[in-house]
């Protein structure tokens, strides 16, 4: 299988930084298992997010792998999140749990107040698995999307928690999102 550690602990784009803020988009948004030093709403811009990322080892196996958060580009779109400050040596076990097929890339983070309205802007990190990763599964119809997360399994637990947990999350931050609350109408059909 696909791994991305040792890619990773190459792309040292804050080098010689005390603190970096990373951007979660996906499962970084309600897992946050890492220790932090704060936390605030944030978005990106020019991406959307997508279940078009294959989980061979946490929400689907090698054989019948689930279907994670990625995000593809789209010019003029916003992609909300959760940002997070955290100390560099968070990262190792961060880029062990992104590890299949997800890098690190560095994008322009903007905040937002309790209101939705940006506050300050800031360099961030996100973890992106792009289109070129083994793991890219791509588009589906949304139907087949939702039936492959309703029945892959992983160590991590089921496939349809991942979605569910991202949908309140971003319905808790009042973010809009047409095809994560379209394929979680769709998971309640399975
Ligand atoms: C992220 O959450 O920002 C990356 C994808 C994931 O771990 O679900």
């Known amino acids: 299988m696909l ?3 040792a890619l990773n602990q190459q792309r040292n784009f804050f080098d010689g930084h005390a603190e970096i803020w990373l951007f979660g988009y996906g499962s970084l948004i309600w897992k946050a298992d890492f220790a932090y030093l704060e936390r605030r709403p944030a978005y ?4 959307e997010r997508r279940f078009w990322q294959g989980s061979h080892d946490h929400r689907g196996t090698p054989e019948a792998p689930g279907r994670v958060a990625t995000l593809i580009r789209a010019p003029g ?3 909300h999140g959760m940002a997070y400050r955290i100390t560099p040596e ?3 076990p961060l880029d062990v749990r992104e590890k299949n097929g997800y890098l690190r890339e560095k994008v322009p983070l903007t ?7 940006a506050i300050k802007q800031s360099e961030g ?3 992106l698995a792009s289109q070129d990763n083994p793991a890219f599964l791509g588009d589906a119809p949304l139907t087949d999307i939702a039936w492959q997360i309703a029945n892959a399994h992983g160590p991590s637990g089921p496939n349809r928690d991942y979605l569910i947990n991202l949908a309140k ?5 009042g973010a809009k999102d047409a095809h994560i609350f379209a394929l979680e109408q769709q998971l309640e059909r399975f």
């Open 3 to 5: 791994d991305t550690t």
């Open 77 to 79: 779109a916003v992609c």
């Open 111 to 117: 905040f937002v107040d309790d209101n939705g309205d």
């Open 90 to 92: 968070v990262l190792a």
């Open 169 to 173: 999350a971003l319905r808790e931050l």
């Open 125 to 127: 990190l996100i973890y």
């Open 44 to 47: 990106i811009h020019g991406w």
